[in-house]
């Protein structure tokens, strides 16, 4: 079945949270620890407290589980697809599921809260009784760009 002109989607929004430190650095800050860890270690050996190796083993480990823990958190994601039929938001979370949100463009309602200060604090769609939330972990100022381009393509959407 062939898609006709209205359910072409012409705006198209791939939300991730960014992270900083990539792969590469992740394993260069953690040589760095590890070989820190070591030769500190190695010293207090020497000098007969042993505990403390151990105890700075620990703090190397509890660091690369944050970053794990960290890094599954950034697996999540937010696809949004708008056409002049259909509002499409497909969220994934960092275990994989996945779930899918249908909206009738001309029938829902973008909702953006903002604090004086900050920017963009909350964006929302809305249909009736259904809410869902979209980019909590985007940083203010890529809230306020998706906020104003979205809210534009629903616009259009909708032939205003």
């Known amino acids: 079945m062939s898609e ?6 012409f705006f198209s929004a791939l939300l991730m949270p960014h992270r900083s430190l990539g792969r590469t650095g992740f394993v260069v800050l953690m040589t760095v620890l590890v070989v ?13 407290a042993w505990p403390v190796f151990g ?5 190397v480990l509890a660091i690369w589980f944050a970053f794990r823990m ?7 994601r ?14 994934t979370a960092p ?16 909702r953006v809260d903002r604090h004086e200060e900050i920017g963009v604090t909350d964006m929302a769609v809305e249909s009736r009784e259904r809410r869902v939330a979209l980019g909590s972990f985007l940083n203010p100022e890529e809230r306020e760009s998706f906020a104003s381009a979205f809210g534009q393509a629903l616009a259009t959407a909708r032939g205003r």
Not at 70 to 76: D, K, P, Q
């Open 55 to 59: 105890f700075f083993g620990l703090d």
């Open 36 to 48: 820190f860890w070591l030769s500190l270690g190695a010293l207090f050996l020497k000098m007969g």
């Open 95 to 110: 275990s994989g599921r996945v779930e899918e949100h249908g909206f009738n463009p001309f029938w829902t309602r973008f």
């Open 4 to 9: 006709t002109k209205a359910d072409a989607p």
């Open 78 to 91: 937010e696809e949004v697809t708008l056409s002049r039929t259909n509002l499409l938001i497909r969220k």
């Open 70 to 76: 960290n890094y599954r958190a950034a697996r999540v």
